[in-house]
């Protein structure tokens, strides 16, 4: 009797143990199956969705990535576009698994052109395609890719030493001619170019002889629209002085060249088109910054005291919209830091309404009007008429 009673507990308690222990395991099995099939569906849809986004991207902003399949992509292209795996991996600061080149969105729209730049020799000189470089520059296609070239070298022989060189870039007798990548340009030699009206701010501005129309720019006056630079640095002389300084679109390079005799570095952005702006600017031992005004400027927040600005600025042109220079002045005033001067110098208006715009997005920002003066110029061009331009000096306010 006694075994019996004991056998049949055991075997009690054996079936109401065990046997719920084999349902419940069955029955989470179950339920993480269903869970399972519940998070791959959220998976794939969250896939999916990130593709569309990605697609929708693509469609808004009007480009697509660069086709490396099309059988007229140069094979330096296709290397030099490759993403690079980091050979760490994943990079716990930012995030990023991988090293994307840096091409401008639009070159994708001049590809062909593109592939042209980038057919070359490997480690030979680089073909005489100055020219095909600017377009792309022109076109959007910026920044440009490396290239793995060499670029072609000239002879620099017959430059005069610093601060002569300002002046009178080359050694008497000496030809400075030789000195310059003079491909896909008209004039072949400076001569030439010292009688050319390349723009509104370049007429003669490569003929630097004494009391000549460039050699006199900046410290005197011919209209109530021209500032003398003593006059605009003595404004800035109250917050910290003016050392360093960017000049947009500077021609050959005279403002940074009167700055420099006050020992203030400026650097000069230009593009050489019709003329070699870059090499003459450099030639004068001053710094050229080969870049167009669609590129955003390479430099770091609030690290200029003064920016010099024309009407090359003027990225608006015909029938454009505000909102284009908006971007621009917006990066100026990125760059420039706080008790900074930026200085418009006889800034075409084409119209009254155009003169508003202007007036008005430069109130957007705050700045104090040092100097603010509205008149008339003739246009140097030869046309013999009279147009409206702004002559202003204004300081960047400190922002909360």
Known sequence: MIFSVITTNLFALYAF???????????????ISIISEQVSIILREINLSQKKLAQMEKELLGYESIDLSRPNIANELKMF?????????????????????????????????????????????????WSVAQKL????????????CFSKTVSKVGLNPFPNSLWNPFVVGSSGNKSVNWSGLNCKSFECLKGKKLSKECIDCFDLVKNGNENQRFVKVKSKNDFLVDDVLDLGSSNGGVRIGFDIGGGSGTFA?????????????????????SEFIAAR???PLYLSLDHRFPFYDNVFDLIHASSAIDVVGVGGKIEKLEFLMFDIDRVLRAGGLLWIDNFYCANEEKKQALTRLIEKFGYKKLKWVVGEKVDSSGSGKSEVVLSAVLQKPVRA
């Open 285 to 287: 031992g001053l710094f």
């Open 257 to 277: 060249a009167r700055m420099a005799e006050r020992n203030v570095t400026v650097i000069t952005s230009t593009l050489n088109v019709d003329a070699p702006f």
């Open 17 to 31: 143990t065990s046997s719920p222990k084999h349902t419940q395991i069955l029955h989470n099995n179950k339920n």
């Open 137 to 148: 520059i022109v076109k959007g296609c910026e920044p440009l890719p490396r290239r793995r």
């Open 81 to 129: 576009l490759q993403h690079h795996q980091l050979p760490l991996g994943k990079d716990s600061r930012t995030g990023i698994t991988e090293m994307v080149p840096s091409v401008g969105h639009l070159c994708e729209k001049n590809s062909d052109l593109l592939s042209q730049y980038m057919s070359y020799k490997i480690n030979a000189p680089c073909n005489d395609d």
